[in-house]
């Protein structure tokens, strides 16, 4: 006794690419797909740039490289750049007064 025979399936359907986006949202000026970045493979350049403040970013790119790469990369040198220029305050403050440095001799006014 043999086992039933399977109908062949038929394929699944191709799914389609989703685009990706290449209007993005302003770090600067936060206005939503104002900046735009276009790739120049042939190059090897990929430039950024703000329509509303005119921000610029270059970078460079391969064969691999999507315009959100770039978006993120700016991203990450905008983040850098900003903690480079100013170093972090200490997280926690308290309003107690400092105390004076402890000193060898005390000083008094009743001489």
Known sequence: MGKRKKSSRKPAPARQKVPLDTAFTCLF?????SVTVRL?????VAYLACRVCDQRYQSKVNHL????????E?????DAAQS??????PAA???????????GE?????E
Not at 84 to 89: C, F
């Open 65 to 72: 490289t999507e315009p959100i790469d770039i978006y993120s």
């Open 40 to 44: 120049d493979r042939k190059e090897g």
């Open 74 to 78: 700016w991203i990450d040198a905008a």
């Open 93 to 103: 403050s308290t309003s107690r007064p400092i105390p004076a440095p402890a000193s």
């Open 106 to 110: 005390e000083d008094s006014d009743e």
């Open 29 to 33: 000026c936060h206005h939503d797909k």
């Open 84 to 89: 480079a220029q100013a170093p972090r305050r």
